[in-house]
């Protein structure tokens, strides 16, 4: 009974460098939210998925980012051109996109620092 | 603008005794509440829930209680224990299209309970 994974734990980079943070869903589940937390701050939603397609992606906070679900199940979050502020801890949940009301399930997060 | 304000950062508690978290919410819209925990280097865990159209959950220890007048909800947790040492985060959401369910974060509070 795997929960929502995610990888890299941690992500070091600089400046100006393009990311791939990957999220494993629970099986069966075929909603997908991304968020960002930054340090003080509670999680902020980024993009959300039904099956393969992007169905709100009014969170992304500027074209550098961009998420891709192409077989509705695992999920890439990338981001090109990184900047210092987007260092945060990425965190993806899945919820079985059941109408009415569905709990999402979190993963560990990715932490992602650029220098 | 905060639509979900956790006012109180942190609190401190006697094992033993309740712990009460507050949590304030503005837009009347929100037909869905969630609490979530949070220990340091991993994701959000899913505790409890509340649906607009009642004003008190129990699970166990943990019980939910929702003004919806006041716009208001409260987390007490009786007994209160060591492990429930964590950050406290108040979720909210509203329906819409497509079964989009994302969260609207109250910024946490940082429970201390102590032997």
């Known amino acids: 009974g795997a929960g929502v994974s995610q990888t890299p734990s941690n992500k070091v980079t600089e400046k100006g460098k393009y990311v791939e943070l990957r999220c494993d869903p629970i099986?069966?589940?075929?909603?997908l939210y991304w968020y960002r937390q930054s340090l003080g701050q509670g999680p902020e939603f980024l993009i959300y998925?039904?099956?393969?397609?992007?169905?709100?992606d009014s969170g992304l906070p500027n074209d550098r980012f961009f998420a891709v679900r192409p077989e509705g199940s695992v999920s890439t979050l990338k981001i090109q051109r990184t900047e210092r502020g987007d260092s945060a801890v990425y965190l993806c949940?899945?919820?079985?996109?059941?109408?009415?009301?569905?709990?999402?399930?979190f993963g560990p997060g990715t932490r992602l620092t650029v220098l | 603008d905060q639509q979900v304000k956790q006012n109180s950062p942190s609190l401190s508690v006697q094992e033993g005794r309740i712990s009460i978290l507050n949590c304030d919410y503005t837009?009347?819209?929100?037909?869905?509440f969630l609490w979530y925990k949070k220990y340091p280097a991993e994701g959000p865990t899913f505790l409890i829930s509340?649906?607009?159209i009642k004003d008190k959950n129990e699970d166990g220890r943990f019980t939910v209680f929702l003004n919806k007048s006041a716009k208001h909800l409260s987390l007490h947790i009786v007994p209160s224990q060591p492990g429930d040492s964590a950050v406290y985060f108040c979720?909210?959401?509203?329906?819409?299209?497509?079964?989009?369910?994302?969260?609207?974060w109250g910024l946490g509070t940082s429970l201390a309970v102590n032997p």
């Open positions: 979720a909210a959401s509203l329906g819409s299209a497509g079964n989009n369910r994302k969260l609207i």
């Open positions: 837009n009347s819209m929100f037909d869905y």
């Open positions: 509340i649906s607009s």
């Open positions: 099986s069966g589940h075929t909603a």
């Open positions: 998925f039904q099956g393969t397609g992007a169905a709100d």
């Open positions: 949940a899945s919820s079985s996109g059941l109408a009415g009301l569905d709990t999402q399930y």
